[in-house]
């Protein structure tokens, strides 16, 4: 009877650690989203994957580029906590790709002055017979609880095929309030049509078929009504106007 009420103790303990787990996700708590609703990937069950990011603006550029488009981000402070957590908060949102980034912000912990020891001088001491002896340092004597992280994470889905390629903004010039001509392209998807017709980056459409554009939607509309066709686009790159034909 003991035995089993041992067991049994134990698969509340383990129940309720998880749901504890579960509820202090601090990912999943601070996410904001970016997308529509029921914006996720288009796989029905996807392998969302993890990977540490380097730098936010350079690794937006990135993922758009290749093909995929921001559904939210977490950002918050904590202490240290697993990229485990991130991936899950990912799946539950089915995310196909999750970044992560972390960046302890209270240096002067016992871990980080451990850290500079180790790396600029081999730790030794004498043993009972006067020998120098080597002090293995693991990684759990690193673990500093009281150390403090700035956390992101940013979830994104991989999208199809796209018909013409590009990423978006509309530009004003803050000083006069007057708006720029056209539209600027953030990023190129690669093997798109436009990347194949040579837009680059920073260019700024400002027409299409010689009619004139001023908006994301406006172009998007002209796109899909001439789904299947070449159209003409005309680009400023540098000050200097650009025509290309690209098939779409």
């Not at 579960?22 to 029905?44: D, H, I, T």
């Not at 977490?74 to 990912?90: I, Q, W």
């Amino acid at each position: 009877m003991i035995k089993h009420l041992i067991n049994f103790s134990l698969i509340i303990f383990a129940t309720l650690s998880s749901l504890v787990y579960a509820e202090e996700n601090l990912f999943e708590k601070n996410y904001q989203s970016q997308s529509p609703k029921g914006f996720k990937s288009f796989v029905s069950s996807p392998d969302t994957k993890i990977m540490r990011g380097w730098s936010r603006e350079s690794d937006n550029i990135k993922m758009l580029e290749d093909g995929y488009d921001l559904m939210g981000f977490s950002g918050f402070t904590s202490t240290n906590l697993p990229p485990e957590l991130a991936l899950a908060h990912g799946k539950s949102i089915q995310a196909d790709m999750v970044l992560i980034y972390d960046r302890q912000i209270n240096e002067n912990t016992r871990a980080t002055a451990i850290k500079r020891a180790r790396e600029s001088v081999l730790t030794k001491q004498l043993d009972k017979d006067g020998n120098t002896t080597e002090i293995i340092i693991d990684e759990k004597d690193l673990v500093d609880p009281n150390a403090k992280y700035e956390f992101y994470a940013s979830y994104w889905v991989k999208l199809p095929k796209p018909t013409f390629g590009t990423h978006f903004i509309k530009l004003t010039n803050q000083n006069t309030e007057i708006e720029n001509p056209g539209i600027q392209i953030i990023a190129v998807i690669k093997d798109s049509p436009a990347f194949n017709a040579g837009i680059l980056r920073k260019d700024s459409i400002t027409a299409v078929n010689d009619v004139k554009v001023n908006d994301p939607s406006e172009f998007v509309k002209i796109i899909q009504q001439n789904k299947g066709k070449s159209i003409k686009v005309t680009f400023l790159r540098k000050g200097e106007e650009m025509t290309v034909m690209v098939g779409i």
